[in-house]
């Protein structure tokens, strides 16, 4: 695992561990790493958690220059989710909280509550999506002001971007279009999928609308697979704020639709809104935001970080969403 060799050790997460429950731990194993954080299950008598501890940013910041553990952002959401649904783990401390020893302070971490279940496999249950809508619908109740990526702070649940187009730009990137105001074709999709070039520009002004939409929520903005357990056909947790924003609510439905396809999203809107109406509105604005998810996973996966199966994946998601978002610009 890149950059492990000037990470803390196992005595050092174990001091972690005390100092955040006051607890011992029996057993310490890694059990996974993602962008900016490596994680850490340590089981103790009074029960596990989880013990997430920021990559060195030099590991990541050529890839991902925009991307940061947050731990003080997750911790006050996570706190603000969980008070309102328990499948969110509860937090317990970060390295910038109250008692804890200075020799720890200097090292980004934070510890909560481990949770139980797996990452879904084979086909989306109906129960499932129906848990993740409802879930969803709660974070998106959360208090929160601003835009785009969440301020590092346990303070307050805040954006940090000054305006609603640098929210989007702030979680997807400069080139995020059409919100980095250069046309569809400086864009890769050029390249590689040259039949969807126009009518995805089609879409261009209806797309720079949602900047300036009065709906904003946190997000999550990142439902795929390994962000979300389940336990016995039901959701059990939702874990993984690192990437939260301050965006329109409809971006967590196209988020979850581009990794589940529209089939399965009908079942998420059923758990996230009893409303139909409000279903309605919210599936007309996923299919048209998940253009702009899918044009940023096609930048993503043709140039930042190549990846030639999931840019196909990403191709074939915007061939199917386009004839929606086209039917909905023409409503």
């Given amino acids: 695992m890149p950059g492990l060799t000037s990470m803390p050790d196992a005595p050092t997460v174990a001091r972690i561990v005390i100092a955040a429950t006051g607890e011992s731990p029996n057993a310490l194993r890694i059990v996974g790493q993602g962008v900016t954080a490596v994680a850490w299950r340590a089981d103790a008598d009074g029960g596990s958690y989880s013990v997430l501890v920021a990559l060195p940013v030099e590991t990541y910041a050529d890839q991902y220059p925009e991307a940061g553990p947050r731990f003080?952002?997750?911790?006050?959401?996570?706190?603000?989710?969980?008070?309102?649904?328990?499948?969110?783990?509860?937090?317990?401390?970060?390295?910038?909280g109250p008692g804890i020893p200075p020799s720890l302070e200097g090292i980004a971490w934070m510890v909560s509550t481990w949770a139980e279940g797996d990452a879904l496999e084979g086909p989306m249950p109906d129960a499932v999506a129906r848990d993740l809508g409802e879930a969803v619908a709660q974070l998106h109740r959360v208090p929160s002001a601003g835009y785009g990526m969440l301020a590092d702070t346990a303070e307050?649940?805040?954006?940090?971007?000054?305006?609603?187009g640098e929210g989007f730009t702030s979680r997807w990137g400069a080139e995020a279009w059409p919100y980095n105001g250069l046309p569809l074709s400086t864009h890769p999709i050029v390249q590689t999928a040259p039949h969807l070039v126009m009518p995805a520009a089609a879409l261009r002004e209806q797309l720079l609308a949602y900047a300036d939409v009065p709906a904003r929520a946190v997000c999550h903005t990142d439902l795929s697979r390994p962000n979300y357990l389940v336990e016995d056909g039901r959701l059990s947790a939702i874990i993984d704020f690192g990437d939260a924003a301050i965006v329109p609510p409809a971006v967590d439905i196209a988020s979850f639709a581009f990794y589940e396809v529209w089939d399965a999203t009908e079942r998420f809107l059923e758990g996230y809104a009893s409303n139909s109406v409000l279903r309605d509105i919210r599936r007309a604005e996923a299919q048209q935001l998940a253009v702009v998810l899918a044009l940023q996973k096609i930048q993503k996966h043709a140039k930042r970080r190549p990846d030639t199966e999931r840019l196909q994946r990403a191709i074939t998601f915007l061939e199917a969403t386009l004839p929606l978002a086209s039917r909905r610009s023409d409503a």
């Fill in 72 to 96: 003080e952002a997750r911790f006050a959401v996570q706190t603000a989710l969980h008070a309102r649904d328990p499948r969110c783990p509860e937090p317990i401390a970060t390295n910038r």
């Fill in 156 to 164: 307050a649940i805040r954006g940090a971007a000054s305006d609603p």
